[in-house]
């Protein structure tokens, strides 16, 4: 190989100038350069290096730092040149030539302590230094490479930094820094406890201990004290309480410090029993009377669910002062004893203590959950929560008088209490006299306004809140979230392309929203993701949930039931209940709410299903057996006893027809709240039960129970089922006085109502004195229905042309009730032509009811060319109902053929049904087909047994 085939190859391999190979090989010269540099500074100027080799304690510490640059060198560093191993000797030698010099210099003794004390000085306030900017690593590094004592000032910083910082190796090496070159300093008393302070935060017991045995404070009840406090601090619970059996070993006297620090510890742990025998202990050395003790051990009892403990703890204190008082109604309100709070505020003023803004938010806070307790009664048209609003008013006069109102959290938790009450123009004044809004006051409104229904004033001061540049965390988020799913909950009698729907706005601010949320890195949290599922359920979009279901990192008990309640709100009972099953799968545990929307599930599936004898009565077999099965698991779980998951439970019943279940469950509870009683209403009004439902709503009357516009629509659809005009001029005169008259849905079942018990003249009276502007098509079709079911067919039709002429377009609701005039009263042109006008003019398309409806009106006349049309046209499956209608009727006019298509529909549909083969055998024997006739039955005996 010549010469210049060598060099060739050489070129090729070697790095080009800017390859990434070249600039690492030249950042590697350029660092051992820089290495070599200060290795030569350190034996140049050895003085100027703080020399660690012989005390540093991990190969991680340097060997070498520069007191001035703070760069370092380790001897094990890669970089380091070869030439250094063997000047290492040496280096011992510079600076000891380096000191003799300065001997010589500074020959005077005086002179030489005076540079000693100069250089120690400037060293330890450097230490300090590090203590101060939190550089806890290079003051240690510091004080390793000081062979000399330090002053005990010094001493107290490091070990209170560390002890702070729970960084007990540090401790343990400043202590045997201590102990080696100073250990004079350990009888200072002051010093002493500030390290047995430093080991105790870091939860060194058996170390605190012994210090404190070889100090002069062992004897001293507040060494020990200190110790237990310092555990505390540190969260050492504990620690904290193993050191009360080394007091005792050493008979230490506790006093009530002892105690407080201890009980606080026994809360922390959550550890009652441990209070109690402690307890005992203070009790027998005449301690737990204090009233410092027994503040602290009624927040332990309270913490603990032991009421009963903490009131017997209350009443023996010897002086209450406004703490103890404070932490007892605190206790009340902790677990909910709203009354029980508020009889012992009466008692602290008959006392003559005085109140604080403390106690008066305390107080508030018990308005609040009397409210959350309460069921609202109308007050100009308002739901309030009338006792609990009385007597929030009454503290709220109270702090007025007193000079709080300006207070932020008095004010807060004001609006808190008249937000639960529903007291909307007091919640608002409020607010605009609060003296300084902060995010809790603002959070606070938002949630009042959620909680009111005002969903466009909430979202409206979320924005104000953003263009005041207020800091908005996660919780107003959902808050704000929770607004939109309110405002998307909102059925409107009008949307157009001009005029969006309120879930077309709903989903528009809250994607802005999340575009916020998603900003700020907060669209992983499990609470804003929640409130994303309910706003997507509410606004119906139902994908858009489940995608943020799935999103979730975390799924807790709440998310799941939010996509439980989303499915069930959508109409999809079969998902919800899967996904129930897969909650149990998960092993998450359902909570009350969850068991609540399981049964809500349950009656939506009712809703849908066919009904089905069973044990001799019509129920919903398939979701009764589900709901049956959830009940046994409520049941299990012990949440049966809960009204809101009774009342569920009734209201499933109802559903399913279980009319004898449901009344168990009615008459077992403890005492019946709205929701109860207009369930069991429901029920029977459902299930064609008109008689019990009247006696039950005379039964309301009796106990002046609360009523509302369910209740009223329930207590009118019996009187509908009934016929009984007394029954229902009685409840419309109860809706005047309790000013529901001018509920739209409430006034048309009263139409319907007087329709039915013949009283046309009664609902032209109702239907006159609704203005003329306010008359919406469902008050229209209620009135046409009146006089349908008063039996003025011509009138009922007459005013539908009326409702045309005043350009009130109709629904499909209207058309229900017109085809099911024409189908009564046999006029099958007049019907055919409203229902093609309901296709053509109106453009609604039919569904099942209007087709059942065609289907009877043009099989009693045996128009069957129309009706093979119609069923060629539909686009759903036609159910049980009408292929038995069509069966009834082939078999009045004889159409065998037709009778066939509709036998062979049914069986496909619900081959155990028995109707079916038995109209279609009647139909074959009289059209004289006998083997036909045999064969039906013999399909019925094998399929239904």
């Known amino acids: 190989m010549d010469v210049s085939t060598v060099t060739q190859l050489a070129t ?35 003085s100027q290096w703080w020399d660690y080799r012989r005390s540093k304690t991990n190969a991680r510490y340097p060997d070498f730092r520069h007191k001035t640059s703070k760069q370092v060198l380790w001897l094990n560093n890669k970089l380091k040149p070869v030439w250094v191993d063997s000047r290492l000797p040496t280096l011992h030698d510079a600076r000891r030539r380096h000191s003799h010099a300065h001997h010589h210099v500074n020959s005077d003794p005086n002179h030489q302590d005076s540079m000693q004390r ?5 060293d330890e306030t450097c230490l300090q230094s590090f203590c101060r900017t939190g550089k806890l690593d290079e ?16 001493y107290k910083i490091l070990l209170q930094k560390c002890g702070r ?15 080696l070159y100073a250990p004079a300093e350990l009888d200072d008393s002051d010093l002493g406890r500030t390290s047995l302070v430093a080991f105790a935060r870091c939860g060194a017991i058996e170390e605190a201990c012994d210090i404190l045995n070889k100090s002069q404070g062992h004897g001293v009840v507040e060494s020990w004290n200190a110790m237990i406090n310092a555990c505390l601090a540190g969260d050492h619970a504990s620690e904290a309480l193993e050191i009360f059996p080394h007091m005792e070993e050493a008979r230490i006297e506790p006093n009530s410090y002892t105690f407080v620090g201890l009980f606080k510890a026994c809360s922390i742990m959550q550890d009652l029993d441990m209070g109690r025998r402690l307890h005992a202990k203070a009790c027998q050395k005449g301690l737990a009377s204090d009233s410092f003790v027994g503040s602290t051990l009624l927040g332990l009892y309270s913490k603990g669910g032991a009421i009963a403990e903490a009131e017997e703890v209350f009443c023996e204190l010897n002086e209450r002062d406004i703490v103890s008082w404070t932490s007892m109604m605190s206790a009340y309100i902790e677990h909910g004893q709203a009354e029980s709070m508020l009889q012992l505020y009466r008692q602290m003023q008959d006392e003559g203590v005085s109140v604080d803004p403390v106690l008066y938010v305390i107080s508030l806070q018990a308005c609040t959950i009397l409210a959350e307790g309460e069921e609202a009664v109308l007050v100009d048209q308002q739901p309030i929560k009338l006792r609990a609003l009385l007597i929030g008013q009454a503290f709220h006069a109270d702090v007025n008088n007193n000079g709080f109102a300006t207070n932020t959290i008095v004010g807060t938790t004001l609006l808190n209490m008249y937000g639960k009450c529903g007291a909307m123009k007091e919640t608002e ?97 499990t609470f804003i993701g929640t409130a994303l599922i309910t706003m997507y359920g509410k606004c119906g979009m139902l994908v858009q949930a489940e995608a943020a ?41 359902p909570d009350l709410l969850a068991f609540i929307t399981a049964f809500q599930a349950c009656a939506s599936l009712a809703e849908k299903g066919d009904n089905c004898l069973f044990e001799g009565r019509p129920v919903k077999r398939k979701a ?101 005009l007394e029954l229902c001029k009685q409840v419309h005169f109860e809706i005047v006085s309790s000013g529901f008259d001018q509920m739209a849905d409430v006034v048309a079942t009263l139409l319907h109502a007087y329709g039915s018990c013949a009283s046309i003249v009664d609902a032209q009276v109702i239907f006159n004195e609704i203005p003329e502007y306010e008359r919406d098509v469902v008050q229209w079709n209620a009135y046409i229905s009146a006089y349908a079911e008063g039996g003025d067919t011509k009138g009922a039709l007459e005013i539908y042309e009326t409702m045309n002429r005043a350009q009130i377009f109709p629904n499909e609701a209207t058309f229900v009730t017109v085809l099911l005039i024409c189908c009564r009263s046999g006029l099958v042109i007049q019907g055919v032509q409203y229902f093609e006008s309901m296709i053509r003019d109106y453009n609604l398309r039919p569904n099942l009811q209007h087709y059942g409806i065609m289907f009877d009106l043009l099989g009693r006349a045996g128009d ?76 019925r005996q094998k399929n239904c047994g």
């Open 624 to 724: 009764l057996e589900i709901g049956k099965a959830l009940f046994a698991d409520a049941r299990m779980r012990g949440f049966v006893s809960d009204v809101a998951v009774s009342t569920a439970l009734l209201s499933m019943y109802g559903k399913c027809g279980a009319i004898k279940e449901a009344e168990d469950v009615f008459l077992g509870l403890s005492h019946h709240n709205l929701l109860s009683w207009n369930a069991m209403l429901s029920a029977y009004v459902e299930w064609d039960q008109a008689e019990k439902a009247a006696d039950l709503y005379g039964e309301m009357q009796k106990k002046r129970a609360v009523r509302n516009d369910a209740t009223f629509l329930c207590a009118l659809q019996a009187c509908h089922n009934l016929g009984s």
């Open 429 to 525: 004044a409020v607010f605009c006299k609060i003296a300084q809004h902060d995010l809790v006051s603002w959070r606070a409104m938002l949630s009042a306004y959620v909680e009111l229904g005002e969903a466009e004033k909430a979202l409206q001061l979320y924005m104000q809140m953003q263009e005041k540049g207020m800091n908005v965390e996660y919780s107003t988020y959902v808050i704000a979230l929770k607004a939109c799913a309110l405002l998307g909950e909102r059925e409107e009698a009008f949307s157009s392309k001009v005029v969006p729907s309120s879930k077309v706005v709903s989903l528009e601010i809250g994607e802005g929203i999340l575009a916020d949320i998603r900003r700020r890195n907060l669209s992983s949290d």
């Open 12 to 46: 090729a391999v070697a790095p080009q100038p800017g390859s990434q190979l070249a600039q690492q090989q030249q950042q590697q010269q350029q660092q051992e350069q820089q290495h070599e540099e200060l290795w030569k500074d350190l034996f140049s100027n050895p």
């Open 549 to 589: 279901f799935c999103q979730l990192s975390h799924r807790d008990v709440v998310s799941w039931t939010a996509m439980l309640s989303a499915y069930v709100e959508q109409g999809e009972p079969n998902k919800a209940l899967q996904l129930f099953s897969l909650m149990h799968h998960e092993q998450i545990s």
């Open 165 to 179: 910082q729970n960084a007990l190796n540090y401790v343990r090496q400043v202590q045997a820094h201590l102990t």
């Open 139 to 154: 003051a240690i590094e510091a004080l390793v490479s000081m062979n000399y004592p330090l002053a005990a000032s010094t």
């Open 118 to 122: 100069d250089s120690s000085s400037l």
């Open 864 to 939: 069957f060319k129309r009706i093979e049309k119609m069923l060629n046209s539909m686009s759903m499956q036609a159910p049980m109902t009408i292929w038995l209608s069509l069966l009834a009727s082939c078999r009045t006019h004889g159409n065998v053929e037709l009778a066939k298509l509709a036998f062979k529909s049914a069986v496909d549909l619900q081959p155990e049904l028995a109707a079916p083969y038995i109209l279609m055998s009647n139909i074959f024997t009289e059209a004289g087909l006998q083997e036909s006739a045999i064969e039906v039955e013999q399909h």
